[in-house]
Every structure is written in C-alpha cells, then in structure tokens.
C-alpha cells in the first residue's frame, strides 16, 4: 500500500503542441479508493496510463509511496493495472494466466501456488482454475485480470473501466464485489469510470475530469468525496455532471444579493429565492440558478415557482420524467415525480423550487456557497 501524489502533472502527444491534460494536482492517501471521472476524451486513460508508466508524463511530478517515480519502469512502480478489455492469455488457464507475472518475476513455486490460491479464493475463482479464458463468461473472465493483479500484491491498483464491457447486472454484482475487495485488501486503488454511479459507490474520493478548453490552466474540476461533488458541485460542470438525470439550469439575474438568502430574476420575470451566499456581486449581474430534476414539487401553488409547458413524458412505473418547456432554459427542464399520472404534452404545471435546494453559479460558472445544505457525511 502506498500513497500517490500527482503535482502539476500535465500531457501532451506532440511536443507541446496540444495538450490532453494540464495541472492535474491530487493526493490520494495510503488505502484510499479515488474515482477519476469526466467525458470520453477528456484524459482519464492517459492519466492512469501514467501513474501506470505505459504513457510518458510530459512535465509534472509523480510520487508513489513517497518516492518519485516518473522515470521508474512500470514492473518497477508496484502498481497491478486491469484494464476494460481484460488482457488475459487464451491459451493458458486461469490459474496460469494469475501466476504468469509472478513466474516473469522469477518468484518460488510455492510463493506462486499459494498467491494464486489466495486470489482465487477471494475471487470465486476456485472451481474455474483450469479453466481457459474462452470459456468463461465476461465478468469470470474480469474477475480472472483482476486475480492476475491481486497475486503480484501490488502497492496500487489501477482500473481502467473494468467493468464497462459487463452488462447491467452483472455490473452491478461486480461492483459490489470491488467494494468488498477494497475493504478485505485496503489497498490504495485508482478506478476510471464513465459510471458516476460506479464512482459514487466505490470511491472515497473522486476527481472531475473535463476536456481541456483552450488557453484553460487545467482541465480538473473538482476533488472531493461523492456526498460534497453532489450536494456541493464548484461549478457548472461538476453540477451538470454529477447526479442523473442532470441538473437543470436557468438563466436569469441578481435581485436581491443575501449573504444566506438571494433572489434571482430569471429572464422571464419569475423571483426565485435561493438559500446561497451571494454577497460578492450585486444586484443585475448575470448568474445561472441550478436545481435538480428530484428537488423540485410539481403542481403546487405555493410560492418560489415556475410555470413550464409539457413537452414529453416518460413514466416508468414508480416514477415519472416531465420534460418540461420555458424561456429560459435552452432545450427542455426535468422534473422528477413519484407518480406516473398522464400529463398533457402542451398543458402549463407550476413547479415550485425549494430555496434550500437551489444552487447558483456567477456568469463564469462558478458555484456560490450554499447555505443548508441538507446533512451529509
Ligand atoms: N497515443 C495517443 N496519441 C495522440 N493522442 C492521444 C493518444 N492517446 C490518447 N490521445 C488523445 O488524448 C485525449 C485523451 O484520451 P484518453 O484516452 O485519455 O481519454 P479518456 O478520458 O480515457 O476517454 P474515454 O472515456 O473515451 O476512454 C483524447 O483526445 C485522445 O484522442
Ligand atoms: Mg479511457
């Protein structure tokens, strides 16, 4: 086990011409499990690459267990990486295929025979031993890249969505039995996901990757544990990125500035209190409001509301999806209701904001503080 430190750690291709990955700054603890999530392309796989030694860090500084290791070898940094599309050897067994690194490594049969045992034993993988990869479904065969990691007992492990070629439920069965992996091993472990339910289920830490915007002096959003990215997103990014279905956000104006409530003007002339913090700008400035689909009340006459026009409805039993239409907003709003109720496509419904729930952001997408927060640990 060891911690992992990345300072100012940055990529580039092609000398510089463009980069994928700037000033990505992160200390993951010694056990910690730490989720790196963003869009497809925004860097994750390099950057996991790279703590790995499969991909050159173009400048920045990379510490494992305290030492620096940006030039060390891969075999040399003591980390075990699985990769999505498993890797293993079709014509060894699954028992060859776990010690096969060990043997490279020149390690004693019975280190071997007992490690190999081991994983297997953790893994459910006894009854498959001998095996050959071929015959076996998808998430033995996972679960086998996994054992073949587990046996060179690494300081770290590095996933590189390992489980995005399972299906659903298999997913979710092996989701679980990562989770009760880390807890048995604690071994510091590095998981890239475009699942954030995968990362919020997993991970004591996750990191907000997004594609690196031109002239931007980094493309990491946000670091922090799965409770505080949903209930305190920095930006509009973590907010939209964060939680399904994803947030919905308006445009609107300042009203009133409040260092616990403020009121917002959206474009179509409805005030809209918020508990927020937003005694750094003044009345008129520019700010999006931000709520998410489940904390809003549909059909209320109380106050705090918006009135939208029905678009389309999607009813799933124990729960509805309205796709709602307003002037503000630039395709179409979501509200979430615990019914499935027919709703007229056309038809107008009030839909009320709990200020406690409401989120604001400035004109360049950057959060202000929430003020009551609901209690989370
Ligand atoms: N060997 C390479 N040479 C040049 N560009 C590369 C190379 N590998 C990756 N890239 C580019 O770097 C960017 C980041 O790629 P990366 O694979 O790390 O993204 P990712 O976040 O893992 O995406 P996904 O979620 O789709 O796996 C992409 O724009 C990609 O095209
Ligand atoms: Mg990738």
Redesign the pocket.
């Known amino acids: 086990m060891a911690e992992v430190k990345l300072v100012n750690v940055s990529k580039s ?2 000398q510089a011409a463009t980069w ?1 990955l700037k000033n990505i700054n992160l200390n993951i603890a010694e056990g910690e499990f730490a989720a790196f999530i ?10 996991l690459r790279m703590v790995c030694g499969l991909e050159e860090i173009t400048s920045g500084e990379l510490f494992i267990g305290g030492e620096k290791v940006n030039d060390w070898p891969p075999n040399e940094r003591g980390v075990g990486m699985v990769f999505q599309s498993y890797a293993l050897y079709p014509h060894m067994t699954v028992a060859e295929n776990m010690a096969f690194g060990l043997k490279l490594a020149k390690a004693d049969k019975s280190t071997i025979d007992a490690r190999v045992q081991e994983a297997a034993s953790i893994l459910q993988l006894e009854p498959l031993l001998e095996r050959r990869p071929k015959a076996m479904s998808g998430g033995q065969r996972q679960r086998v890249a996994i054992g073949r990691s587990i046996v060179q007992q690494p300081r770290v492990f590095l996933f590189d ?1 390992p489980l995005s070629n399972l299906d659903v439920a298999l997913r979710v069965q092996m989701r679980q039995e990562l989770s009760r992996l880390h807890r048995k091993l604690q071994t510091t472990s590095v998981y ?1 996901t ?1 699942d954030q339910v995968e990362a919020m289920t997993l991970a004591d830490q996750i990191v907000v ?1 997004s594609p690196l915007q031109k002239g931007a002096d980094s493309n990491l959003e946000q670091v922090g544990k799965p409770l505080e990215l949903y209930h305190r997103p920095a930006n509009l990014f973590v907010a939209g990125f964060i939680g399904s279905p994803k947030m919905n956000f308006f445009d609107g104006t300042l009203e009133e500035a409040g260092e616990e409530l403020s009121r917002v003007k959206l474009g179509s002339g409805e005030i809209i209190q918020a508990y927020v913090n937003t005694a750094s700008i003044k009345k008129g400035d520019a700010v999006v409001l931000g709520v998410r689909p489940q904390d809003v009340i549909a059909e209320t006459n109380s106050d705090n509301v918006v009135t939208g026009k029905v678009v389309a409805l999607e009813r799933l039993g124990a729960e509805s999806y309205i796709y709602m239409q307003h002037d503000c907003i630039r395709e179409h709003f979501t509200v979430r209701v615990e019914d499935c109720h027919q709703r007229d496509e056309g038809s107008a419904i009030n839909i009320e904001f709990p200020a406690e729930l409401c989120h604001l952001f400035n004109a360049q997408g950057v959060a202000f503080e929430r003020t009551r927060v609901p209690e989370f640990d």
């Open positions: 291709y092609d994928v963003g869009p497809s392309g925004c860097g994750k796989s390099t950057l969505e890239v475009h990757l």
